[in-house]
Every structure is written in structure tokens, then in C-alpha cells.
């Protein structure tokens, strides 16, 4: 027999179920792109294109303009999030295989973890242990091939997983504004700061980006950041941080497999052995309280 699920219900799977899909999916494209594309500028168009969009829709819709408070509030998460998370992970994937890239970012529920108690949340020891075990993980993997040979994709990928918790815990404890609309600020600001650091960095495209890395770059636009950031945004609002960044168990998952499946890309036994436990250490810190 038939029975109504809730529409609060059917939110939080789709939002799950975008999560986990397609941020998975979202590594290869960022690989796609980046042999197009200065990694720093196509993560500024990617944002400041799917931002002004999503304001320009909410905007029209009816939704309030933010205040100032809330830009400059949304502007530092958007900063933590997208320029300094998203940001180093593009950067990071001129060297390192989109699925080990994938792995370190399995982290971030860590990092999460750790970076509540600044804000008096009291880790328990069976969160203080999934926490040893994912970076035992982490060291297993700095063992494998792709990170030994970028050492700095590697430590690009741990301070992208740090910015992503940081800004995922402070987010949930400042004014943002409703809705869509704090993706929308987010993402503007994230891009302003990216095109910045682009123009500093001094990159320059070498040629036309080629039709893979014009339809990599609207995967990311549309689903990647309209679609599943803003799927992320809605459930750090609704559930605890650790159960909201649980996309990292799966996503590594996914990543894995559309690299070896259409980038050729190769995984050692370590890196195999590390996604082993840290995806692991990931479900343990994700369980319930009551289970432990």
C-alpha cells in the first residue's frame, strides 16, 4: 500500500540524493575543465555565473535584497566555502587524479568535527577515534602515487578541506540571508574572490577552451553549484553538520569510478586501502549519537 511521505521528507533525500550523485560526478568535470581552463578563473566564472543567476531568480521572485550584515556574512562563508574550498580542490586537480582529489576531501566531516569545538561542541570518544582514523586514512594515502609525486595538490587538498569545514561550521551561527538566496550571495562573493586571485595569479587562457571544457564548465555552473551547493546549503539549515557533510563517504565512491571509467585514471593499492578507511572513519563519526 501507498504511503505519503512528507514533502519536508522528499526535500532532504533529494538533497541527499544531490550530494551524493553529483557531487561526486562534479571531480571528473573539474578535470575536464582544467585542461581548458586556468583553474582559478574557470572556478570565478563557474560561481559568479551560477550566483548571478540564482540572485537574479530570487530577486525576481520576490525575495528580499540582502542586508548588509548578511553580504558581509555570507561574503566570509563564500570565502571559506567556494574560494578557499572549492578553489584549492580546481587547483589541485592540474596534478592529482580527480579521485584521490576526491579521497582527501573525504575529510571535511572530519575537519568538521574538529572544528565545532572551537565553538563548544564537545566531541565524544567514539567521534575522537573516527577522527584518529580518518587520518590515519589521510596518511595512507599521502602514501600512494598521486600525492607522493604533487606534494603540493596534496597539502592544497587539506587546506580546501579545512576551509569547507571551518566555513560549514561558522556558517551555521551567523545571519545569512534565506533560502536560495544565501547561495546566491555566497557564490557571487566566493567568485569575486577567485577572479581576484586569478588577476594575481596572472592567468592568462592559452587557447580556446574546447567543447569538453565548455560543457564541463556548465555541468558545474548548473548542477555542481545551482543544483547541489544550494542542496548542501539547505541541509547544513536542517541537520547537524557531521550527518550534512556525510556526502563525503559516497562521493569518493563515485569519483573513483567515473575516473577509472572515463579519464583512465589509475588508483594504487594504498589509495585504495586509505579510501577503505576513510570512508570508514566518515560512517562511524556520522551515526547517530545513541548508536555508539
Not at 587557447?207 to 555552473?221: C, I, M, Q, R, S
Not at 548542501?232 to 565512491?253: E, F, H, I, Q
Request: glycine share 10%; charged share 10%; net charge positive.
Amino acid at each position: 500500500m501507498f504511503v505519503a511521505v512528507p514533502a519536508a521528507r522528499w526535500r532532504l533525500l533529494a538533497a541527499f540524493a544531490a550530494l551524493y550523485v553529483i557531487w561526486g560526478s562534479t571531480y571528473l568535470a573539474i578535470r575536464i575543465g582544467v585542461a581548458s581552463w586556468p583553474p582559478l578563473m574557470m572556478a570565478a566564472v563557474r560561481f559568479l555565473l551560477a550566483g548571478g543567476l540564482l540572485y537574479a531568480w530570487q530577486r525576481g521572485r520576490g525575495a528580499p535584497a540582502p542586508s548588509r550584515r548578511q553580504w558581509l556574512h555570507a561574503g566570509a562563508i563564500g570565502a571559506l566555502l567556494l574560494a578557499g574550498g572549492n578553489g584549492g580542490v580546481t587547483v589541485a586537480e592540474q596534478w592529482v587524479a580527480s579521485g584521490v582529489a576526491a579521497l582527501a576531501v573525504a575529510t571535511v566531516p572530519l575537519f568538521t568535527l574538529a572544528c565545532a569545538q572551537m565553538f563548544g561542541q564537545r566531541a565524544s570518544a567514539r567521534e575522537w577515534f573516527g577522527i584518529a582514523l580518518g587520518l590515519a586514512g589521510m596518511l595512507l594515502l599521502n602514501l600512494g602515487a598521486n600525492l607522493q609525486a604533487s606534494p603540493l595538490g596534496a597539502a592544497l587538498l587539506l587546506f580546501a578541506s579545512a576551509s569547507w569545514a571551518f566555513g560549514s561550521v561558522w556558517g551555521k551561527r551567523l545571519d545569512l540571508p534565506a533560502g536560495p538566496m544565501a547561495a546566491a550571495t555566497e557564490m557571487l562573493v566566493g567568485g569575486a574572490v577567485l577572479a581576484l586571485a586569478s588577476a594575481l595569479a596572472g592567468e592568462r587562457p592559452q587557447a580556446w577552451p574546447t567543447l569538453e571544457g565548455w560543457l564541463a564548465l556548465a555541468y558545474l555552473v548548473v548542477f555542481g553549484s545551482l543544483v547541489a551547493f544550494s542542496a548542501y546549503l539547505y541541509l547544513l539549515k536542517t541537520v547537524r553538520p557531521a550527518l550534512a557533510t556525510s556526502y563525503a563517504y559516497v562521493n569518493p565512491v563515485v569519483a573513483v569510478g567515473l575516473g577509472v571509467a572515463f579519464a583512465g585514471e589509475r588508483i594504487g593499492s594504498a589509495e585504495w586501502l586509505a579510501m577503505a578507511v576513510i570512508v570508514l572513519a566518515v560512517v562511524w563519526i556520522s551515526l547517530p549519537r545513541r548508536a555508539a
